[in-house]
């Protein structure tokens, strides 16, 4: 009985963290991206997709990840009877986000004004980015949902405003300061304060392991875009957002289902649960590798005609290599969550060098040859090797697990 109330707990957990995720994924890439594809030309609109993408990038490496350093570490926290450390460490990287992205919108020349409300949205998306912690440690699901619904608000808003005054500077601004007044009121982040503990130090050396990790993913999953810009263009880089942004779908599932293990694990100190979520973990990824490209090809593909049909005969030949690419980042999401608190991270840090190198290199080549198309098939045999990777990696932690 016992195993079945746990069963529940942990599929009500990740079914209600997908609601909400699924509300902030439509949010964005359903409702607001292509709207916008059709009421602005292709550089405004790659203009924009390059900004999502460096906002993304920058608050999952910072926010996101400070979120899975407090899931992972607060055991040790609570062990010692420690509350603090965690508000401090977001105000400073809240600075340190300001110096370097300011700059870096001024280089890829944002106006000042655009740059400074760029740079603010980004700060604010941190907030709401490491509040989902908070939630996901107290398992308090329904709070990501209502966050979630905040932002959708601020979607609907923005674009309203959009049409009235064209102002693309308060397209994000708009929801995701709505989002993140509710995480300030809703989370701990001003009830900690600013204290500092004897674990800061720790806490901080943590960061930068996961955050390196965090940044060789990000920049993975995004640095496509940034590299497609001054290879093809605008227009190519509206068709390649387009079937990408469809695909991600998928992640409806990947990323409410890593939260929640992440979560669990968290709290997880006994050796037989342990080894449970490993064989699980493992046993799952053929069946998700099926189920997401299955289910991505002809989700993506009626997504595209009905919210992209201006791209949609470009996009034809893209959809089923990018389609299995999400499978298989989908399965590498989920075992990373685990590898997380499992596996050595200077072994995750390798295996992200090794993928980054890989990409490059196969990237240049194939698409030299190949276009657009040999571009996605770099990423898609990178892609394969990472989750490879990841699963030698796994079967190298469950083999420690029970030999200790």
């Known amino acids: 009985m016992d195993f079945i109330k746990k069963y529940k707990s942990f599929l009500s957990d990740m079914i209600l963290n997908m609601i909400g995720f699924g509300i902030y994924i439509v949010s964005q890439q359903i409702l607001l991206l292509p709207i916008l594809a059709k ?8 203009s924009i997709v390059l900004y999502i993408s460096i906002l993304n990038v920058v608050c999952n490496v910072t926010g996101g990840e400070l979120g899975n350093v407090r899931l992972v570490r607060d055991s040790e926290y609570k062990e010692k009877n420690l509350i603090g450390d965690f508000t401090r460490i977001l105000l400073m990287l809240s600075t340190v986000i300001t110096i370097f992205v300011f700059p870096v919108l001024i280089l890829l020349k944002y106006s ?12 604010l998306a941190n907030i709401r980015l ?4 908070f939630y996901r440690l107290e398992k308090k699901f329904s709070k990501v949902i209502w966050q979630n619904v905040y932002y959708l608000i601020g979607i609907i808003i923005s674009l309203i405003l959009f049409k009235l005054f064209e102002n693309i500077y308060l397209l994000l601004f708009i929801p995701e300061l709505i989002s993140s007044i509710y995480a300030l009121k809703n989370s701990d982040i001003l009830k900690m304060k600013l204290k500092k503990t004897i674990e800061m130090i720790n806490t901080i050396k943590k960061f930068f392991q996961l955050g390196f990790v965090s940044l ?3 920049l993975m999953n995004y640095f496509d875009k940034f ?8 227009t190519l880089v509206a068709i390649y957002y387009a079937v990408n942004s469809m695909s991600k779908i998928a ?3 990947t990323n409410p289902m890593s939260s929640v293990i992440l979560s669990w694990v968290s709290n997880t100190n006994e050796k037989d649960k342990k080894n449970k979520i490993l064989k699980m973990t493992l046993i799952s ?3 998700v590798l099926l189920i997401v490209t299955l289910l991505t090809i002809p989700l993506t593909y009626i997504a595209l005609k009905i ?5 949609m005969e470009s996009a034809l030949s893209l959809i089923i290599p990018i389609a299995i690419t999400t499978a298989f980042g989908t399965a590498s999401t989920l075992v990373k969550s685990v590898l997380l608190k499992y596996s050595n991270t200077n072994k995750l840090v390798f295996t992200y060098i090794l993928y980054f190198t890989i990409f490059i290199i196969l990237g240049y080549i194939l698409s030299k040859r190949n276009g657009l198309v040999g571009f996605t098939m770099a990423n898609l045999i990178s892609k394969i090797i990472l989750w490879f990777s990841f699963i030698v990696l796994l079967i190298k932690s469950k083999k420690e697990l029970s030999s200790n």
């Open 112 to 123: 000042v004004f655009g740059s400074i409300i760029f740079t603010i949205t980004i700060l």
């Open 39 to 46: 009421m602005v030309n292709d550089d405004i609109y790659s």
């Open 227 to 234: 590299l497609i810009y001054p290879m093809f263009g605008a």
């Open 251 to 253: 992640s409806l599932i």
């Open 307 to 311: 919210l992209y049909s201006q791209y």
């Open 130 to 133: 490491y509040a989902t912690c």
């Open 216 to 218: 060789l993913t990000n």
């Open 285 to 287: 990824n053929i069946p």
